[in-house]
């Protein structure tokens, strides 16, 4: 059967929306292919019944477009057009600021916005989608191809995240990056921050947008402002920042917990266990309980882009328009103001008597504000800044290859599974609750098995995949199963004592292979360990 393919196109002439949508029918798979003219975008494929099913979804989810103004195109006809960078100037810090001591420096090659350190890596990611991961030393570790327009980079436990320009947040934790939550094509993502599988999203127009684990949609929120530039979230709320305010709300709701006004726009929000850090256009540094009380200001001398805290509250950072650092004390007395000699700090976090900033011009330093190395510096001697090379680390791409199962591997099976017309995951391998499991958006494909290093269960309801992710498919894939159906055989046989047929069919439901063969395979090997412990039981009885 010929597939049917249909192009979409909706692009603004105000520079707004500039975006497609392709769905193509083949048989009874639907797959839809969508995101930024000139960009290859994110693709599913969903399967149905019959068909006639799959040309009534594809025509319903084309009409839902048309609605909002999308109108056929030709591919290729308009133009990619750039992506929209953060509205900021840097000026050079002002005669006679003391040269901050920057041990190392990289430079990505173009703005960058997006940090995370930890204790292994540096994370940095620029405005061309490039990501790169370097160690202490400086050396580049990994690195990642994602969509132009890296706007942050954000822990959740275990698992880091990257969101971009395109309406995506990246899941980083592995060897190849993957989507793990699609927000919406229309949105342009300014912030996010994850607790606990549940994504907070700050946007271009003040919006705040909250999902669960598998990317439902909790709430949405329109805050009074535009521009959100801040969002933070914790166990007890999601804080968002935005033009002339900054406003709490509760998680399962998104009801106003409190919201305060104020001077200039919310450019970057830090958070500690008990308290709030806004830097703000005013030229300071406000700090706020989690229940909205403001405790007090750290004055800089220009529009503070960036802000961090160490041991709740000890000491205070902050980065301005005019490529100079701060450090307050927990009083909100100015200890410092340094020239970071490589631009304004666009975000920054503090590690282990480090302050690591990325800025306009693209760099990431690592600067020690030590109290010896700030001592020195005013003296006037600073280390001899290391510049590092970008060397020829690959560049891990969405969409590259994953690896096959090994023969006699090891790990969890999951399965693709339609429910309610969106593709979820659930654990396919026995002894797990029936929970969905929070999976890559853009390798889900309905009836597909993945084998996974293994599965965490949150207090959330859902499982996380800790390790690899590995394809089940091609000639690996037999071996996998049986393998896999091997040990659930023998795992079933010693703590099960029910027939052996029922065994059988219960392990035949959970494994990937061919259910009848399986089944047939199970059956026989649980009936001769039934067989033998029934014999050995005769035999002592008597």
């Known amino acids: 059967m010929a597939e049917k393919r249909t192009y979409l196109e909706l692009s603004e002439a105000d520079g707004g929306s500039h975006k497609f949508y392709e769905v193509t029918v083949a048989g009874s798979a639907v797959t839809t292919r969508y995101g930024r003219i000139g960009d290859p975008g994110q693709s599913k494929t969903t399967k149905y019944k019959s068909p006639a099913e799959a040309d009534a ?7 839902g477009k048309l609605k909002k103004g999308y109108a056929a195109a030709v591919m290729g006809a308009r133009a990619k057009r750039s992506v929209g960078q953060r509205r900021t100037t840097s000026a050079t810090a002002a005669r006679g600021t003391t040269r901050a001591p920057v041990l190392w420096r990289f430079e990505t090659g173009n703005f960058a916005l997006g940090i995370f350190i930890d204790d292994d890596l540096c994370w940095v990611g620029n405005q061309k989608g ?26 959740d436990d275990q698992w880091l995240y990257c969101g971009c320009n395109d309406g995506n947040v990246y899941d980083l934790t592995r060897k190849v990056p993957f989507v793990a939550y699609e927000i919406s094509e229309d949105l342009s993502i300014y912030w996010i921050d994850i607790h606990e599988g549940a994504l907070a999203v700050s946007d271009a127009v003040g919006g705040i947008t909250v ?18 530039w801040m969002v933070r979230c914790d166990a007890d709320g999601v804080y968002h920042g935005y033009d002339e305010g900054l406003t709490a709300y509760e998680w399962s709701s998104g009801a106003k917990q409190w919201s305060q006004k104020l001077k200039g726009c919310v450019m970057f929000g830090w958070q500690e266990p008990t308290t709030l850090y806004a830097g703000t256009t005013d030229d300071v540094v406000l700090a706020y309980t989690k229940k909205g009380k403001l405790l007090r200001s750290y004055k800089c001398d220009t529009s503070v882009y960036s802000c961090a805290a160490a041991g709740d509250g000890k000491y205070v950072f902050a980065g301005d328009s005019s490529s100079s650092i701060y450090c307050f004390d927990a009083a909100g007395t100015r200890l410092w103001k340094l020239d970071t000699t490589c631009g304004s700090a666009l975000s920054m976090q503090f590690f282990k008597d480090k302050l690591y900033i990325v800025t306009s011009g693209g760099s990431l330093a690592c600067i ?16 001899k800044t290391k510049v590092v090379e970008q060397g020829n680390t690959k560049a891990a791409n969405v969409g590259d290859t994953l690896e096959a199962a090994a023969t006699g591997a090891s790990g969890v099976l999951v399965e693709c599974y339609t429910e309610g017309g969106k593709v979820r995951v659930r654990p396919k391998s026995p002894g797990f609750k029936p929970l969905n499991v929070q999976f890559p958006r853009n390798i889900r494909t309905a009836g597909a098995t993945y084998l996974v290093d293994g599965l965490v269960e949150t207090s959330g309801g859902f499982y996380r995949v800790t390790g690899q992710i590995r394809t089940t498919t091609g000639a690996s894939a037999k071996t996998v199963a049986k393998a896999l159906s091997k040990a659930s055989a023998k795992k079933v046989s010693k703590v099960a004592p029910a027939p052996a047929k029922k065994v059988a069919k ?12 399986v089944a047939k395979k199970v059956a026989k090997i649980a009936t001769k360990v039934a067989a033998k412990k029934t014999a050995s039981k005769k035999q002592s009885k008597r």
């Open 130 to 155: 490039d990501v790169y991961a370097l160690g202490h030393d400086g050396q580049v570790n990994r690195r990642f191809k994602l969509p132009d327009g890296v706007m942050c980079l954000v822990r």
């Open 368 to 383: 020690d504000v030590s109290e010896a190395a700030i001592a020195a510096a005013r003296q006037g001697t600073v280390p």
């Open 506 to 517: 219960k392990v035949a439901k959970v494994v990937a292979a061919p259910a009848k063969k």
């Open 57 to 63: 979804e594809a025509q319903k989810a084309i009409g």
């Open 211 to 228: 999902l669960d684990h598998d990317c439902d949609l909790l709430w949405h929120k329109k805050s009074p402002g535009d521009s959100g």
